[in-house]
Nanobody, 126 residues
Framework: QGQLVESGGGLVQAGGSLRLSCAAS????????MGWFRQAPGKEREVVAA????????DYADSVKGRFTISRDNAKNTVYLQMNSLKPEDTAVYSC???????????????????WGQGTQVTVSS
């Protein structure tokens, strides 16, 4: 069973930037599609961004397009989420997730992912 560990969350002012990292272990990372999700208090979990195993297909939620960038380094077994122009509504716990099946495709459905990290808190102050 693989494991995912997120880092890079924190408190930032509106308009600022953060870079989240998700380090994977226990499985061949280059055979996994990856996703970033977030969940704010009282709201359902939502996809932020997803990337295929080779990084050739990327998908973003409309709410973050043009501000967030997902990327991966298969040599380092790590997926990143660069977040710019942060807004207070971006405040949430951010989690990465790994998808074994159809790793050549992205997915916005949390149920398609096989395991998750513990999450990292991102708080954006106004």
């Amino acid at each position: 069973q693989g494991q995912l560990v997120e880092s890079g969350g924190g408190l930032v002012q509106a308009g600022g930037s953060l870079r989240l990292s998700c380090a994977a272990s226990g499985e061949t990372f280059s055979w996994l599609a990856m996703g970033w999700f977030r969940q704010a208090p009282g709201k359902e979990r939502e996809v932020v961004a997803a990337i295929t195993q080779r990084g050739d297909i990327i998908d973003y939620a409309d709410s973050v397009k043009g501000r967030f960038t997902i990327s991966r380094d298969n040599a380092k077994n790590t997926v990143y989420l660069q977040m710019n122009s942060l807004k207070p509504e971006d405040t949430a716990v951010y989690s990465c997730a790994a998808k074994r099946r159809a790793y050549w495709q992205t997915s916005r459905r949390g149920g398609d992912y096989d395991y998750w990290g513990q999450g990292t808190q991102v708080t954006v102050s106004s």
